[in-house]
């Protein structure tokens, strides 16, 4: 079993909808989590924390569920720029061992 | 541009060769993290440094894979006797060594081994 489990879409949307992603991890043990976004061909950058009391940050909405180890992400209003692979990351500990990568979920929006 | 540098950015070489790349961290931070991405994957994690220290290899880094961090700054991957499956992005991030420090990712050496 993988350790950090999505979706891998692809996921196509019209602008403005609403797009949720979910993703699993394995390790019960993990105790700091992510959503990263990697745009074709680039590097990932940090999109959001997770926190377990759920934290959202303009239009992008992520949640903690620590007891059916279980992570989302919520998008609303969806804009073109938005077209973009989401990763899921789930870390051991909260200092700075290593990131624990999902596949990825591929979202298009589309005009 | 202050953040993350790796070099160089493409590599082809053939099978049986050696290669190395470069990573150039943001300059205070004192760990390193070199990770691969294939097609369709996440990145996976390689090795990391804190400083001049390697403290951490995975099992996906075999006898043929090097990684140094000479004077706690720049670090080198090496690949000896390079092949196929090697082909990949290779990948290398930096944070500080506080808690919680957000790990930053260089551009990526897309590496394709014919």
């Known amino acids: 079993r993988k350790e950090v489990e999505q979706d891998p879409g692809p996921f196509n949307v019209p602008e403005g909808a609403t797009v949720a992603f979910n993703c699993t991890y394995s390790n019960s043990a993990s105790q700091s989590f992510f959503w990263y976004r990697q745009d074709c061909r680039k590097e990932p950058k940090l999109l959001m924390s997770?926190?377990?009391s759920g934290n959202e940050d303009g239009r992008f909405t992520a949640q903690l569920n620590r007891a059916s180890q279980y992570i989302s992400l919520l998008i609303r209003d969806s804009k073109l720029s938005d077209s973009a692979t989401y990763l899921c990351v789930v870390k051991l500990d909260s200092g700075n061992t290593p990131l624990v990568f999902g596949k990825g979920t591929r979202l298009s929006v589309i005009a | 541009d202050t953040g993350v540098s790796q070099d160089p950015r493409h590599k082809i070489t053939k099978r049986g060769q050696n290669v190395t790349f470069r990573c150039d961290p943001i300059?205070?931070?004192?760990?390193l993290y070199w990770y691969r991405q294939t097609l369709g994957q996440g990145p996976e994690f390689l090795t990391y440094f804190q400083n001049e220290a390697q403290l951490e290899k995975s099992r996906l880094l075999s006898d043929r894979f090097s990684a140094e961090r000479p004077k706690g700054s720049f670090s080198t991957l090496e690949i000896q006797r390079t092949e196929q499956g090697d082909s990949a992005m290779y990948l290398c991030?930096?944070?500080?060594?506080?808690?919680?420090?957000?790990?930053?990712f260089g551009p990526g050496t897309r590496l394709t081994v014919l």
């Open positions: 300059s205070e931070h004192n760990r």
């Open positions: 991030a930096s944070s500080l060594e506080a808690r919680r420090s957000e790990q930053f």
């Open positions: 997770v926190y377990s």
